[in-house]
């Protein structure tokens, strides 16, 4: 094993290749990617596969609109197909404080280029005809969003990144992060010792330790989501948006000939837990029975559990530590990190290589809570 590398990345999830990636395409020698798994093994390959740019956090609209250029031409320029299905995101809205906050992203979002739109309950079951109207009052469109194969996505970014002489260790844990007064010079692993003087963290749910390591606070919870998928449903719209009911948490889209279900649990608990349990499914029942009680009379054929990695304010922490060089961070995504791996990924290689990013991520530094300036993220399930 090369026992050195310029720049370690912990983790092989959709951030982590992407960072890998793009570090590697600008021309970074001794790319190393280590994941203590295999790649996209963690929350990624675990996601729902939303793609959107509909949020209310301007940084986020702008991060999930230049990930949404990138999924869009992933095909050919990486030559895999990532099962892109640009069907929309409907947002399903029961209360005056829900339109009003919707119509105000929106109008953050139509200035950021981003053509979502407010549309009536009838509008909202044409698109998605599963659905009731019963106390909706408006809903929220955007036709250029949608979903992909998150494990395709990975693939698709580590096989570039070797094409560009990056490394990647898989099945390889990080059980250290060595330094010299504040200054990084190796990471330990379990294949042994690693020298560099950069680490980037995108180790996700478990980034927490990760920080510990040279004592930098990265505030993230991880948190079990469930996902149902169903059998075929007979006549599925092949254009049928991802849909959630936004008082609800639910959420479906197609997958395959069935659909895919989720939807949060309020009695969840932090922790690393990822077997399955029942114990969310009266509450599924009952939000399915008040939105789309057609979804009631499928048969569940399978499912999974997920961790979420979660932060104080639902938004991510993106940048470098000030209290040793050179640790940088991408991580604590709530829920959104899948659908802005593209974009991420550009920005940490810019902040690696002294470049000016696309956009400002500052404002998503970790210490934004520790200085009492948190960054709500609001269009969030």
């Not at 709530?334 to 974009?343: D, E, K, T």
Request: proline content about 6%; glycine content about 12%.
């Amino acid at each position: 094993m090369n026992t050195h590398a310029s720049v370690v990345v912990i983790g092989g999830g959709v951030i982590g290749t992407s960072i890998a990636y793009h570090l590697a395409a600008a021309g970074v020698r001794d790319v190393l990617l280590v994941e203590r798994d295999d790649l996209a093994a963690g929350s990624t390959s675990k996601a729902a596969g939303g793609v959107r740019a509909q949020f209310s956090d301007e940084l986020n609209v702008q991060l999930g609109a230049r990930s949404l250029q990138a999924f869009g031409r992933f095909g050919e320029e990486f030559g895999h197909d990532i099962g892109l299905h640009r069907v929309g995101y409907l947002f399903l809205l029961s209360t005056p404080e829900e339109v009003a906050s919707f119509e105000a992203s929106v109008r953050l979002q139509n200035a950021l280029g981003v053509p979502s739109r407010m549309i009536d309950p009838a509008e909202a079951r044409r698109l998605s005809p599963l659905i009731t109207t019963d106390g909706l009052l408006a809903a929220a469109f955007s036709p250029d969003d949608g979903h992909c194969t998150p494990e395709a996505v990975v693939q698709g970014y580590a096989d570039a990144a070797r094409r560009y002489g990056a490394r990647i260790l898989r099945r390889t844990a990080v059980t250290g992060i060595e330094t010299r007064g504040d200054t990084v010079t190796g990471v330990t692993t379990t294949l042994g010792p690693i020298t560099t003087d950069t680490v980037i963290c995108a180790a996700g749910a478990w980034s927490r330790s990760v920080g510990a390591m040279v004592g930098v606070d990265l505030p993230v919870q991880p948190l079990r989501r469930q996902i149902a998928v169903t059998e075929a449903v007979p006549g599925l719209p092949p254009d049928l948006p991802m849909t959630i009911d936004f008082s609800t948490t639910l959420y479906f889209h197609s997958e395959g000939p069935g659909l895919l279900v989720g939807m949060s649990d309020p009695d969840e608990r932090p922790g690393f837990a990822t077997d399955t349990h029942d114990r969310w499914i009266p509450r599924l029942a009952a939000a399915l029975e008040h939105r789309a009680p057609d979804i009631l009379e499928l048969r569940r054929t399978g499912g999974w559990a997920g961790l979420y990695e979660i932060t104080p304010d639902h938004n991510a922490l993106i940048g470098e530590a000030h209290t040793v060089s050179r640790f940088l961070y991408a991580t604590g995504f709530s829920g959104h990190g899948f659908l802005q791996g593209p974009a991420v990924g550009e920005v940490v290689r810019d902040l690696y290589l002294g470049r000016v990013p696309f956009v400002d991520v500052t404002p998503l530094s970790a210490g934004r809570f520790a200085a009492d300036a948190p960054r709500p993220e609001v269009n969030c399930v």
